[in-house]
């Protein structure tokens, strides 16, 4: 793939997720988009339950996408929520970054990693590399104490190695 459109894609992806509403506890509609992202790529999705455990409006984002059974799964781990004034996120596209319109924070942190991890995959995708079973678990509420990852249902996910965005 074209890096330059690759880039243009990810800077697209990152604005259009950045306009999203998602202030901790409050992930409930970019993790609908989350997941059907994962969905559209084959992984089967679905959400654990630790919304409940904190007040919040949803679960952790929990994808797994079958590979290679010979090999140890691997995870891929980014959340979604953000900090406060997180809502009504305008990004300003310059010549050589992103920023916030100023009146709010911009959400790099941390859809920066969920923007990466989906790119990553399409990527592999697209070039059909070999991969081992992939889990993606996109957290929510991390910015107020991990809650989404303290009240994961680790049941979920089988892999014993994986990175955090």
Known sequence: MDENRLAAEMVEEFCALARIDAQSG????????????????GFE????????????????????????KGRDPILLCAHLDRVAPGNGIEPVVLEDRIVSSGDTVLAADDLVGVVA????????????VALPPVEVVFTVCEEK???????MDYSAVRSRIGYVL
């Open 117 to 128: 991890i989906l790119a990553g995959m399409r990527l592999a995708i697209a070039e059909r």
């Open 26 to 41: 409050r992930e409930e509609d970019i993790a609908n988009v989350a997941a059907a992202k994962l969905g559209r790529l």
């Open 45 to 68: 999705v679905i959400r654990d339950d630790a919304g409940k455990h904190f007040g919040g409006e949803t679960g952790n984002v929990i994808g797994r996408l079958p590979g290679d």
């Open 145 to 151: 104490g991990l809650a989404g990852s303290k009240h």
